[in-house]
């Protein structure tokens, strides 16, 4: 699990582990083991077919999706930094900026990234997204290829995910990327984290850039 800055500097976050006490009470002059009055549920990752979502993949212009201002997935994506007004002082968050935003990617790509921007959060969160292929069924593969987790801490508002491939290359079709918000500390991927999916397909054609896509001569 990493976080905005750590992925930035190329470093990966340090896990941390929890560790279990065990309470002893002395009760009447005997020794015995305290429980719980009622034992705490584990969380299952019911995420197959468990939960129906809003897709990110229609969006109209300046209507905010769920949490995310805007949320893209593109081929790689800039980062920008906000300026005091001063060159050379910049502030401590930088801005995501999408590069060749697509749904359609060809197989020898490395990775694909969902770049988002969210409203100002009053509390760290972490992100995390997990992908399937469809089946020629339309049923999704029962175990995900790949997934991701990003902590996005409270001051910050851009973040990526980054979905990479587990071969040397894609297999071509039809693709769901599932993407979960959830407090920090607990299982990103339960259903009811889940807030929304996005589509993609992997396909050895690409189609002709659209006249928004076309870069500028």
């Not at 259903?191 to 929304?196: E, I, K, L, S």
């Amino acid at each position: 699990m990493n976080t905005m800055g750590d992925r930035l500097r190329g470093r990966s976050a340090k896990g941390w582990t929890v560790p279990v006490v065990v309470c002893i009470a002395l009760c009447q002059g005997q020794i015995g083991i305290a429980r719980d009055l009622l034992t705490p549920k584990e969380q299952e990752s019911t995420e197959v077919g468990s939960t129906h979502s809003p897709a990110f993949d229609d969006q109209e212009k300046g209507v905010p999706q769920s949490l995310f201002t805007w949320i893209k997935m593109a081929k790689g994506f800039d980062v920008e930094w906000d300026t005091f007004g001063r060159k050379g002082w910049y502030t401590q968050d930088p801005r995501l900026k999408p590069i060749d935003p697509s749904s359609i990617f060809t197989p020898e790509i490395p990775a694909i990234y969902i770049v988002f921007e969210v409203a100002p959060l009053e509390d760290p969160a972490q992100f995390a997204v997990q992908w399937y292929l469809e089946q020629s069924s339309g049923r999704l593969d029962e175990n995900p290829l790949g997934k991701d987790v990003l902590e996005v801490p409270g001051h910050e508002r851009y973040g990526y995910l980054e979905l990479k491939r587990s071969s040397p290359r894609w297999a071509t079709g039809n693709y769901l990327a599932k993407i979960y918000i959830a407090p920090i500390g607990q299982q990103p991927f339960h259903a009811a984290n889940q807030v929304g999916t996005m589509r993609f397909i992997v396909s050895e054609i690409m189609p002709p850039l659209s006249p928004e896509r076309k870069p500028n001569k």
